[in-house]
């Protein structure tokens, strides 16, 4: 692996990334990661993500508006290059506008850590009120998940493993 096949870990300092194609090199990253996070979570259909979400918005966005619909999409990362996607779509029905929200989190996401899980619907819902990510789109996104950064961390080693796994 080198440096340049690093595009989850683009943003991170050159150190960052040296040291991770070294863990990854020696197969130290799978089992650090394996060992940080054990565990699976039990959210595998889209009925049961969307009462996750649901109940997570509930927790931290209480005055956020509804949301429409929320579901794996097994297409999402292959066509948005995303890891989950935010939408609002508008309807005029004469003199009233109807908005709708949507999230999708990638099918990818069936089968993780649950701290996995949970930073990418945090991202998600930080996006229904903050669209750029700004200052306060991640203080958003801190204040549902105090761990964010290091979750988002560890998820971009992960998924960098995982595509380096699939290279081989």
Known sequence: IELMELPYL???SH????QAVQLISSGR???LLAKRYPERHQV???RELT??????KSRHMRTAPPLGRVFYDPKLHAVHNALGLHTTTTRSHGTKIQKRREVRISALFKD???DF???IVVH???HMKYSAHDRDFYRMCLHMEPDYHQLELDLRLFLTLQESEQQR
């Not at 150190?15 to 040296?18: A, G, H, K, S, T």
């Open 29 to 31: 990253l799978a089992s």
């Open 112 to 114: 993780c850590a649950p």
């Open 117 to 119: 899980l949970r930073m």
């Open 10 to 12: 683009a943003g991170y």
């Open 51 to 56: 009462v996750y979400v649901q109940d997570l």
């Open 15 to 18: 150190e960052l990334r040296e």
């Open 44 to 46: 595998h259909s889209s």
């Open 124 to 126: 998600e819902l930080a």
